[in-house]
């Protein structure tokens, strides 16, 4: 699943980074879905819902015809595409195991556990618990040849999520918060590295894994000692209805389906052989073959009548869903918990164990928007690791009340936060004057929000990619914001917009759609609603906004929204403007989603033909060094129309049990996989 790139978050839902290459078609004609066993609720739902009508779409545009056999798929290749050529898989426990503990230990365990974290005052003492306590096992890779004597497999681990998954169905991922759960309960064929984000197929997932020579088709043997929690056993098939069900138009597979439409087809000759077509060769071809598995049996008949995935059928399935991941869900309470229970079908199959087994028995969400509570609630031990705030950093996480049981660690992090203006509202056109949206750079008071909000933990954010990550413009030397409300009004004066009646607010004619296909001229207050989600800690910065646009003439009302109403509302584009953040993608391809013209999460109404010119060249090239220099550009040429505010670039920043060990963190978010705990306490 591709978890995180929404903010998310973020994200990830796995794997959001993606290899395509440039070059030649195949010559594959379309190949209709066969839809004879759904059975939809009427004749006019089965006209409006077909099973992959996308890639049906595509197929007839291509003029592709996918190979009905594997002789005929063994002759096209052999014939046509230069043959196969094998890869290699990949252990992804050792790649993990590797990542994590790839710096010796900087003290003993002991002590680390006596050390207090007082960064950024004291950065040594950060390290030294990163080093130490978030490591793996030192008995070597978990395996299922290996399971490691020092863990405790009976143990449990309660976590903080500040709002509850909307979802447990991958298809329908779009926040941080599905992915946390999701990435415990799905599986996919392929996963990507922590250090280089380098896409691989997994060793424990996947017999094996050829690609034609001209990197046009996949082959993969998919493994047959992999499970549905129900028993069934995952089949290629599954793979080939997954990718049918997120290439529907009626599925609401937004986020899972960016880097999979890169995709032609997918088709599964037997019950282990699936194959990947793709309709160029370019450096994203690999990862746009990861994404999370269903369950055909489960999903072929109700998605068809309800493809929305909200109906009672659906409803039913999300209470006990039947997943092939490392957990099953045991319990949801809406808005209080979550409880996973370790899915032994996962590690093992037919009375041997076959891949590594999952470190804790129990896996608990403790859901609470509020950080305070949270807090109290983990220096009772009743919560093992949570994100901490700025204030809680800073304060609260110094006291003897937090130290007792717990400490924290903080890492680098490429996520951020920004205040996002609807650049397409017909009834609100205000932000489409760049000069507009510059005067709004200006007024906000930066140093408020980064030395007082934020406790100066977080550093200003330079635009849509983390300074650090490899596509980055370092070399253009952006400056940190700063205010400058002078220059502000001067901006909003030469934009036209004018206090009028002397009322404080400023006033611009303009032509506004009163209903479709109807407009009128009309004069209007700059006066917008800012919509937030209702965590702790935002209406701070939602209020900092409020006072510094009240000093240049413009008046803002924050309304704010539980974050699952807030996300609907910005993909439904039923905002003037709102703030929320973005994670990393694995591969800067993804923000394509995001910067694109019209594309999927593209919530704001961006567009910038150059940058799209630029999105499609760098899905073609090899090259490294030059496709990067690409994403340089892209991200230059977005900061240069401030499409929106750019508030901060926010670390990671985690307070674990000292019981917790293995916390493993990289630029996209915290490695929960790798924790774990001993079995006695030293």
Not at 190 to 219: C, G, I, Q
Not at 488 to 495: C, G, H, S
Request: glycine share 6%; with cysteine.
């Amino acid at each position: 699943m591709k978890k995180f790139s929404c903010f998310m978050i973020l994200p990830a839902v796995g794997f959001l980074c993606i290899l395509l290459t440039a070059g030649c078609e195949i010559r594959i004609a379309h190949r209709s879905v066969d839809n004879t066993d759904e059975t939809p609720s009427s004749p006019a739902d089965k006209e409006k819902v077909i099973l992959g009508d996308l890639a049906i779409e595509k197929q007839k545009k291509l003029g592709f015809k996918t190979p009905e056999t594997l002789a005929e798929l063994e002759k096209l290749v052999a014939e046509e595409k230069g043959g196969w050529i094998e890869n290699e898989l990949r252990d992804g426990d050792r790649l993990v195991y590797e990542y994590v503990n790839n710096r010796p230990p900087m003290t003993s365990v002991a002590e680390a556990r006596k050390l207090e974290n007082e960064y950024p005052e004291s950065p040594e003492a950060n390290e030294k618990i990163l080093t130490t306590l978030c490591r793996m096992p030192d008995s070597g890779v978990p395996t299922a040849e290996h399971n490691c004597p020092e863990v405790n497999y009976d143990a449990e681990l309660t976590r903080h999520l500040s709002a509850d998954a909307k979802t447990f169905n991958p298809l329908l991922y779009s926040t941080v918060y599905d992915g946390e759960v999701q990435d415990l309960i799905t599986m996919s064929l392929f996963s990507f590295r922590y250090d280089t984000f380098e896409p691989y197929a997994l060793a424990d997932m996947n017999r094996s894994w050829h690609t034609s020579a001209d990197r046009l088709v996949d082959k993969l043997v998919i493994r047959d000692d992999i499970t549905w929690s129900d028993g069934k056993p995952v089949t290629a098939y599954d793979v080939e209805f997954t990718f049918n069900a997120i290439m529907t138009s009626a599925v609401p597979a937004v986020a899972v389906r960016s880097g999979t439409e890169l995709l032609v087809d997918v088709k599964a000759y037997d019950a282990h052989t699936v194959v990947f077509f793709h309709e160029k060769a370019t450096p994203l071809s690999v990862s746009s073959m990861h994404f999370a598995i269903i369950p055909k049996h489960v999903y072929e008949k109700t998605i068809i009548e309800d493809p929305l995935m909200t109906g009672n059928l659906h409803l039913e399935q999300m209470k006990n869903p039947v997943v092939a991941g490392q957990y099953t869900v045991e319990k949801h309470e809406r808005d209080f918990e979550i409880v996973l229970k370790r899915r032994e079908g996962y590690y093992m199959h037919d009375g041997k164990q076959v891949r590594a087994k999952p470190m804790f028995n129990v896996l608990r969400f403790r859901i609470s928007p509020e950080p305070s509570s949270a807090l109290m609630r983990m220096n009772r031990g009743d919560i093992e690791i949570m994100r901490l705030t700025p204030e809680q950093w800073m304060t609260q996480s110094r006291r003897a009340e937090f130290t007792g049981k717990n400490t924290k660690v903080t890492a680098p992090e490429w996520g951020y936060q920004a205040f996002w203006w609807n650049l397409n509202d017909p009834k609100f056109p205000v932000f489409q004057d760049i000069k507009v949206r510059q005067a709004l750079y200006y007024a906000m008071d930066y140093d408020e929000l980064l030395k007082v909000i934020r406790y100066g933990l977080d550093s200003p954010c330079l635009g849509i990619s983390a300074a650090g990550c490899p596509w980055y413009p370092e070399y253009a030397d952006i400056p940190a914001p700063k205010q400058n409300q002078e220059l502000a009004r001067k901006l909003l004066d030469e934009a036209g917009w004018v206090d009028t009646d002397n009322d404080g607010i400023r006033e611009k004619e303009f032509e506004i759609e009163i209903e479709p296909g109807k407009k009128i001229r009309k004069r209007v207050k700059f006066s917008f609603t800012l919509l937030a989600s209702n965590t702790p800690g935002i209406l701070p910065i939602c209020l900092l906004l409020e006072d510094s646009l009240r000093e240049v003439g413009i008046e803002c009302h924050t309304a704010q929204l539980e974050w699952n109403v807030l996300i609907t509302k910005m993909q439904e584009k039923k905002f003037q403007a709102a703030l929320s953040g973005w994670g990393a993608g694995a591969d800067p391809y993804y923000m394509k989603n995001v910067w694109g013209t019209g594309e999927m999460r593209n919530n704001i109404g961006y567009s910038n033909l150059e940058v799209d010119r630029l999105f499609a060249e760098g899905e073609l090239e090899f090259d490294r060094t030059k496709r990067m220099a690409i994403y340089k550009k892209i991200h230059e040429l977005i900061y240069d129309d401030y499409p929106c505010l750019w508030l901060f670039s926010r670390n990671a920043y985690y307070g674990f049990n000292k019981n917790v060990r293995g916390l493993g963190f990289y630029p996209r978010g915290p490695l929960y996989g790798c924790a774990w705990k001993e079995m006695l306490m030293e």
